[in-house]
């Protein structure tokens, strides 16, 4: 496999990513332009991967149902004045389940099995695999089981062989028709296979595929199934046969000498084999910055030029990824009161013009280019659930003469069109809700996905549960078939974990910032220097979805949050967010202080996830949305920031692949919590120490750790007490006075230490 990770130092060069397809980009003023273009899929309209669900929830799309994700059946690269109808056409025995009526449509199973469904469409009738699984009855609180699909590839046949997981137990099956044994107690795991619809291949009943039969690309998908229904997500490997396109993760070649390796140079019955799901590998070990566009730069010319003046903070903070808040023109911007959140921008009015006040287009393709310079690349914030209620489309939707209301007016979700109360969630009147079951709208959001992705590196998604599941899929392929280095990151929260496998490459973890909630409201105090903000804008999206679980206050709450992830059924490939704050809460730092924020901060890059920092955190900013403090950063904090932030990237046991460990520790404060991070390759280990609380804490450990702290470099505290001594040396926080400790070590923190493992061969010698 080829390596495609890049030196942080290395400039980066924007790329052509307008190499396949078709578009007709439809504008704000209802006119047209065709140049550039992507295509989803194979350019038709059929729907996309097969559909994998539980009888009783069903691909629904009502309106409401804040904060859970919906879905629905679509035609991809969808023509607006197209026709199209759909149909059951094979179902299981006793099922009278029948597709709605219409080119965007429901489908609830009725009974567990797989239904072929029909969609007629101009091209063609495309058929569409929907695997409907019993409803396990479980409230979501047995686990989840998740897979990760392998491959063996030999001389001539590739075998498929599933790692499938239920929890916390590890568990591998030989074929597809045995069933993959869990840990003891456990359910055993039942393994399916699905050939895409569009493709023309077959699975042998064992897992194995004959190489000579792979004459086109072909995917595969498997599901991991329990005895009550329980279902993974799908894992897919895609079948490409030898000359056709990039390298891939392995290669079976009929003429081979048993070498695995990618090789340009296949010829002959070569077939490679590739993860259509794994992020781009410049994420894995990135860290994220997040700007508030419009207060980020110096506030006497806020503009696409005067940011680029900053970037030599996020370039010398080491940021790998700048992560934008809306720019485009807005209702929401320059002279928003706080009260009314600032100047947000995420009430668009128009997805093809930059606000004007910010600068012009080519400035900000200029701000892309400083960033890639400086080995930074640009995620934009795409806000395609609602738009503004002054948007042009929506002011014709509301507007009986308006010559284009009849148009307009089903480009939007009603909740009563008489009285001209769209749908919104909670009370977000002035940005209603688009309707994505309409094929006009999905064309348009689609152009605005062609137009914005060869700009930038990626996008972050807004409110992306109240968009269909299918058009996220659609979203997926089309931009990473482009450009195989595009990343995707859903902000859906709570978070859902169907956002994975195929949709979405990284999700906001949700789960963890709300443990970091519930940690700092134990530990808060009134000490000097913490100061409660008075006049945030307490959006009732904030207040009802990140709400802590369970009312423990107990510092291990950061690993039983990473646990959540596999708990689930995350996907294998997914990655998580992690931060301590972002623009819609508070800050840490004034809601919970000093210390609190900084091991907060160390949690965020010490646990398993992709770091991100939000503007101000770094500089000591108190409020969510007010200016950046340039030339008043507190230089303490963002010291400890910077080297937070190179240990994260430079050790390998911080890094994504690296795994988490809970370990034996013992500590008579709930504010303190120890972990351990290795990596089994290079055989480094760490034992991360985190203090929530004020003052210090003793942790006893049975690790043998190293005296001196990698994150300061120190062995001494700023006291000049010692961070680690032997559980022997006497008294501690862990042990009565009179009696030794009964752990080896005992690791004194204020509030974050990172403390090598030394191996048999180091402890020796000391």
Request: hydrophobic letters at 35%; charged letters at 35%; aromatic letters at 8%.
């Amino acid at each position: 496999m080829t390596d495609r990770r890049r030196d942080s130092s290395e400039p980066l060069e924007r790329e052509d990513r307008t190499k396949r397809g078709r578009t007709g980009r439809e504008r704000t003023d209802g006119g047209k332009s065709t140049d550039g273009a992507f295509e989803s899929g194979d350019g038709s309209h059929h729907p996309g991967p097969p559909r994998f669900v539980t009888v009783g929830d069903g691909i629904v799309n009502p309106n409401g149902n804040e904060m859970e994700p919906r879905d629905d059946l679509a035609p991809w690269n969808p023509d607006a004045e197209g026709e199209y109808a759909w149909r059951v056409a094979d179902a299981p025995a006793d099922s009278s389940a029948e597709a709605t009526d219409g080119p965007v449509a429901e489908f609830e199973p009725d009974v567990p099995g797989a239904y072929t469904l029909e969609l007629e469409a101009p091209d063609g009738v495309h058929e569409l695999t929907v695997r409907a699984f019993p409803d396990p009855d479980s409230d979501g609180v047995e686990p989840r089981p998740r897979l990760r699909l392998e491959d063996e590839a030999g001389d001539d046949r590739i075998e498929l062989v599933p790692d499938a997981t239920l929890s916390a137990g590890r568990s591998t099956a030989v074929s597809g028709d045995e069933d993959v044994e869990g840990d003891a107690g456990e359910d055993a795991l039942e393994v399916e296979y699905y050939v895409d619809d569009r493709d023309d291949l077959a699975v042998a009943p064992d897992g194995t595929i004959e190489i000579e039969d792979v004459t086109e690309r072909a995917r595969i998908y498997a599901v991991a199934v329990a005895a009550d229904g329980r279902h993974s997500l799908p894992d897919a490997l895609e079948l490409v046969p030898a000359g056709d396109g990039a390298d891939g993760d392995s290669v079976a070649d009929d003429d081979s000498d048993g070498d695995d390796s990618a090789d340009d140079g296949l010829d002959g019955g070569g077939v490679r084999i590739e993860r259509p799901f794994g992020a781009p590998a410049w994420v894995e070990n990135a860290v994220v910055y997040e700007a508030f566009t419009r207060r980020f730069p110096d506030q006497s010319e806020p503009t696409f030029e005067t940011f680029v003046d900053r970037l030599d903070h996020l370039e010398k903070l080491g940021i790998d990824v700048l992560w934008l808040t809306p720019f485009l023109e807005t209702k929401r911007g320059f002279g928003t009161p706080d009260e009314l959140g600032g100047p947000h921008g995420y009430h668009t009015t128009d997805y093809f013009r930059v606000d004007p006040n910010l600068g012009t287009l080519a400035e900000f393709e200029a701000l892309v280019d400083a960033c890639h310079e400086r080995g930074i690349r640009v995620v934009f914030d795409l806000v395609i659930n609602h738009t503004a209620d002054t948007h042009p489309f929506f002011e014709a939707a509301v507007d009986e003469d308006h010559p284009n209301h009849e148009r307009y007016r089903d480009w939007y979700r009603w909740e009563d069109f008489d009285a001209r109360e769209p749908d919104a969630y909670f009370d977000w009147d002035e940005i209603p809700n688009l309707d994505h079951g309409n094929p006009a709208v999905r064309e348009y959001l689609l152009s605005v996905v062609d137009f914005w992705a060869p700009k930038v590196d990626g996008f972050r998604t807004d409110v992306a549960w109240g968009v269909p599941l299918s058009f996220w899929a659609e979203v997926y392929d089309r931009v990473t078939s482009a450009d195989a280095e595009f990343f995707l990151l859903d902000e859906t929260l709570p978070s859902s974990v169907e956002m994975g496998g195929g949709r979405f490459h990284a999700h906001h973890d949700d789960r963890l910032y709300s443990a970091l909630e519930t940690i700092g409201d134990a530990v808060a105090t009134d000490a000097d220097g913490v100061e409660e903000e008075t006049n945030a804008v307490i959006d009732a999206f904030a207040d009802a979805v990140l709400e802590a679980d369970g009312d423990s206050p107990d510092a291990s709450l950061v690993l039983d949050a990473v646990d959540e992830r596999a708990r689930r059924g995350g996907h294998p490939s997914s990655l998580w967010l992690t931060y301590v704050e972002n623009h819609d809460t508070d800050r840490y730092l004034s809601s919970y202080g000093r210390d609190a924020q900084l091991a907060a901060g160390a949690a965020t890059f010490t646990l398993p996830g992709i770091p991100m920092l939000y503007a101000g955190q770094e500089a000591g900013l108190r409020k969510r949305r007010e200016p950046m403090n340039w030339g008043e950063e507190d230089e303490e904090l963002l010291a400890y920031y910077r080297r937070l932030v190179d240990l994260r990237k430079s050790h390998p046991s911080l890094q994504t692949d690296a795994t988490l460990e809970r370990i034996e520790y013992e500590t008579e404060t709930d504010a303190a919590v120890a972990y351990a991070r290795e990596d089994p390759e290079r055989r480094r280990r760490v034992v991360v120490a985190l203090h929530f609380g004020e003052g210090s804490a003793t942790i006893g450990v049975d690790e043998p750790v190293a005296e001196t702290d990698l994150l300061t470099g120190e062995t001494d505290l700023s006291t000049g007490e010692r961070i680690v001594r032997d559980g022997s040396d006497g008294a501690s926080d862990c042990e009565p006075a009179d009696e030794e400790s009964a752990f080896d070590r005992e690791i004194t923190v204020e509030t974050a230490v990172v403390l090598e493992v030394e191996r048999e061969s180091e402890t020796r010698g000391r």
